[in-house]
């Protein structure tokens, strides 16, 4: 396979003094010991407006998070905090009115990380439910709500979790998260774009009843205005309440940096240099903002994001990136063109290897890949035609083909994908031949729509039929919402949750539009409501 353009930079170590973050940044967010002396205990008020968060739960740890920051659309995106370090310190008990607290700690919030923590809480007991806060001098923080995932040989009778991705802020209320919070979950995933780069202006700003100072009608590029706009979509009580909630589990996709972007290959005739500085700033405020581990902290340009989850024995959870090491978009999108070069891939060879081997390790009932661009071929010619988009995995077809071919040398026989990325609702069956609808189901893929991307959206749209003429396709709805899955040893049963309205205000009701069943050992789906 080709190495990525990236690879081919001599000095992008360079990157470090304009993008990276110090190892002593590092240590300090992450926790330090009691008697270490670090930053004073001054804090201006109300430092926690962005909310609390934990994420990529283990067995005995998880990951806390939370970012000071009291006037939290301050233009230059350093949420009001002085430059100076502030100590932030956190308590995880074994109930909601913290009487039975088992872990303290300290961390260290910097300016050089946009005053974020991210505190990893060591010592805590397999599969079971915590809840946390922070303090800074005298302000306290909501309380979240985390769990550890069981034991690595525990038989776990049940796995709870939402999928949701696509949250542009401007164009509509979070009202799907507000629904989100009120489910008895075990995990959320977060399946790529947080946030949007676009300039936020009348053009595009459909949310009602809110108002934007010309800070936000400008590009994003640097990385004060990345910083910025993660404290724009965090002003979202209900995003804030989604992650104080459950722990989420997060991977990326596009306009986290740039619409479309293909490893360090801009498609707006920026430079692969000024994308790859670009791509360091956009990664480094991505790791401020998110529930992270020190294993995914950025080194320039670069940010492993792919990794692995265990829940007991009943999943393993391969979190994948699909935009880091991709392969530039090709010229030619009908049926035989350049997609089908066995030399693409979408996941660059390192991560497919590593992709490769923890399926061969599995043993898992369930296989997850939650990842963000649709799996399923999609012929988007409804007529006599074969075209197909670039975007997605029919751009690196050689690459699907052989994922599918070790999920059957494998003998995966439960194969679960979970996508974002296209703002709908999708059901759909993972063929090992996607031109003959009789061959072998080996999976099933779910795709979450948007929270808020697109407005309101309709049941049907213009590109339902598109979609539906895809016989392997069974489900397609283009409203906003999220999706619902409940994990067992014998089945998966998905419901996909809509709301009819998100850009007049968030009063919307839920409801779930169809459910699936899909049984251990027969991959596919089987419609329920």
Known sequence: MRSSASDSLPNRRDFLALAGVSA???????????????????????????????????????????????????????????????????????????????????????????????????????????????????????????????????????????????????????????????????????????????????????????????????????????????????????????????????????????????????????????????????????????????????DGPDMRLYRRLAWGRLADVHVLDTRQYRDDFPEDSGAGGEHTDPDRSILGERQERWLTEGLRRSGATWNVLAQQVVMAQIDRDTGPGRTFSMDQWDGFTANRDRLFDAVRRFGIDNLVVLTGDIHRHVAAELKADFTDPDSATIGTELVASSVGSDGDGAPTDRYTELWLSNPHVRFYDGRRGYVLATMTPERLTSEFKVVDHVERDDTAAVSTVARFVTEAGRPGLKREA
């Open 24 to 298: 002593a940044a590092v240590a300090l967010g992450s926790g330090v010991p009691a008697a270490a002396r670090t930053g004073g205990d001054r804090v201006p008020p109300d430092p926690f407006r962005l909310g609390v968060a934990s994420g990529d739960p283990e067995p005995t740890s998880v990951v806390l998070w939370t970012r000071l920051a009291p006037d939290a659309l301050a233009p230059d995106g350093h949420g009001g905090m002085p430059g100076r370090a502030v100590d932030v310190h956190y308590e995880v008990a074994e109930d909601e009115r913290f009487s039975r607290v088992v872990r303290r700690g300290r961390a260290v919030a910097t300016a050089e990380l946009a005053h974020s923590v991210h505190p990893e809480v060591e010592g805590l007991r397999p599969g079971r439910e915590y809840f946390y806060r922070f303090r800074a001098g005298g302000e306290i923080s909501p309380a979240g709500r985390t769990r550890t995932a069981p034991g690595p040989r525990e038989r776990v009778d049940r796995l709870s979790f939402a999928t949701a991705s696509c949250q542009a802020w401007y164009h509509g209320h979070f009202t799907a998260y507000r629904h989100l919070a009120e489910e008895d979950l075990d995990l959320v995933f977060f399946l790529g774009d947080y946030i949007y780069e676009y300039a936020i202006n009348s053009g595009n700003l459909w949310r009602h009843g809110v108002e934007l100072g010309p800070a936000h009608d400008a590009t994003v590029r640097t990385l004060e205005q990345y910083r910025l706009r993660y404290s724009l979509f965090k002003t979202d009580p209900h995003l804030r309440r989604a992650h104080a909630r459950a722990p989420w589990v997060s991977t990326w996709d596009d306009h986290e940096v740039q619409n479309n972007y293909a490893d360090a290959h801009s498609q707006y005739g920026i430079s692969i240099e000024d994308f790859e500085r670009q791509r360091a700033v956009a990664y480094r405020a991505y790791y401020e903002n998110m529930p992270l581990r020190r294993s995914s902290i950025p």
